[in-house]
């Protein structure tokens, strides 16, 4: 959004549940009302940020409605298990170890339909243009052996873990996943994702420079023939990408 040369190719992985925002009180129940009042830590500046507008937003709950507290990385768990924040907005492994943490004292408010988080490969532009090979070798080859070792290999990998976790006495708890697809791709809706996040900077929640914004977020996504390879044409469905133009 501020215009920095960055290239945009391509999204690798899609996560339905990547935030979630959890409170550590008893006597509450996971509607959005109960965020009314109550004080949110969360990375300002990150997508757990942006995910707590859309929650809100989505809720019909204004943002002056709840307290917002920035918290660095770090502190993310130890500021909602000391009472410091009623609740965080964060993701995994943050969440996994709240949950845990917490047991039956952790209220979980999420809704997987409002924002789905994507893993993208990006890097700078000059870098993208003068090194065509590596472009093309991660779709067309790194990621398709590292999917097929997700979904052959380390399922074995996480039973093994479980039941060493269960022989030492500790309760295994399933984390949250939401992987809902590991295929390289393209996709119209990272324009949209792309589009929504600049209209939420220019409600100044994050304020920056207007000068250098980015009038047009197609000017930095690229396409290239290891992604044709991998996918074919149904691997690029952003208007205006879907061809042969760069």
Known sequence: MEGKPVA?????????????????????????DDLRGKTIGLVVGSAAEFFLHVYLTTSYISPKDVRIVGLPTDNVVNALLKGEVDAVSTWAPHTIVLRDRLGGQAVIFHDPNIYTMTWNIAARADFVKSHPDPRKKIPARSLPGANRFIANILPRHARSARQEYRRGGTPFREGHGGIIALSPALDQSLILNLEDQARWDDQGV???????RASNFLDFIHTDAGLKAVRGPEGITIVGKSRNRK
């Open 206 to 212: 994050r304020p920056a420079s207007r000068e250098d």
């Open 8 to 32: 945009v190719s391509p999204t690798v992985c899609e996560i339905e549940r990547g935030f979630w925002f959890i409170a550590g009180k008893t006597g509450l129940s996971s509607t959005p």
